[in-house]
């Protein structure tokens, strides 16, 4: 079964912030919410990991819910080149990663 | 950040002839590795995990003696698909774990786009 559920697609306009979410309800304590990018014909690339607090790197902020049953990725400032399908994954740090359908994000100009 | 790097980006065969892949960590050593294979339009699907010096650990549902893993070094895994039939034609990607590296974090190489004719 599927640890994750995104939405197929979304759209959000160049130069605006894309928020992404995820639903993760069964999550256990030993868990994180990882997410990960694939661009067309590319191998995937990984953005941000998050146990409970919210956490933002260069490319990415991770907002995780108090009770870690949902999480929001936020692209900033999107831009064309992050048209992708982006992946939210929940997983121990030794587990393998397993891809879900993840989220198809069309950047709009 | 770390690199893993295939050989080759491309590859075009004839049907029953084998084509080898190469997965290589170019700036770390990966005692593990993962094979993934994606269909047009569908997300990565995990094969099989290389482990170096051992036998690798293939998915359910995966023929390992269609696909042969070989993972003699620290730093160079490969897959070997034999007999390719055009069913075969797919995106192969690898990913590499870092040996001691506390969060066992993954880094994926670009794709293997393999067709077979």
Redesign the interface.
């Known amino acids: 079964d599927a640890k994750t559920t995104q939405p197929t697609s979304m759209d959000c306009a160049e130069g605006r912030a894309a928020n992404l979410p995820c639903n993760h309800s069964t999550i256990s304590g030993n868990e994180y919410v990882y997410w990960y990018r694939q661009i067309h014909s590319q191998g995937p690339q990984y953005i941000i990991h998050g146990l409970k607090n919210n956490e933002t790197n260069e490319m990415a902020s991770l907002i995780i819910t108090e009770d870690r049953k949902s999480s929001t990725l936020i692209l900033p400032h999107a831009t064309l080149r992050d048209t992708a399908v982006y992946y939210c994954i929940v997983r121990t740090r030794d587990d393998k990663i397993i891809f879900g359908k993840g989220t198809r994000l069309h950047i709009l100009p | ?1 770390a690199v ?1 790097s ?1 050989h080759p980006s491309w590859v075009i065969c004839k049907s029953g002839t084998s084509v080898k892949i190469e997965c290589r960590s170019l700036d770390f050593q990966a005692t593990t590795m ?1 094979w ?1 294979r994606q269909f047009p339009k569908q ?4 094969m099989a ?1 290389s482990n170096e010096g051992s036998k690798a650990t293939y998915e359910q549902g995966v023929e390992k003696d269609k696909f042969l893993i070989n993972h003699a070094s620290l730093t160079l895994s490969t897959l070997t698909v034999t007999s390719a039939h055009p069913e075969d034609s797919s ?1 192969y ?1 690898c ?1 590499a774990a870092e040996f001691g590296r506390e ?9 293997t ?1 393999l067709t077979v004719l």
């Open positions: 950040g893993v295939q993962f993934y997300s990565l699907m995990l995990t995106f990607i990913s969060d066992n974090e993954q880094f994926f190489g670009p794709g786009r």
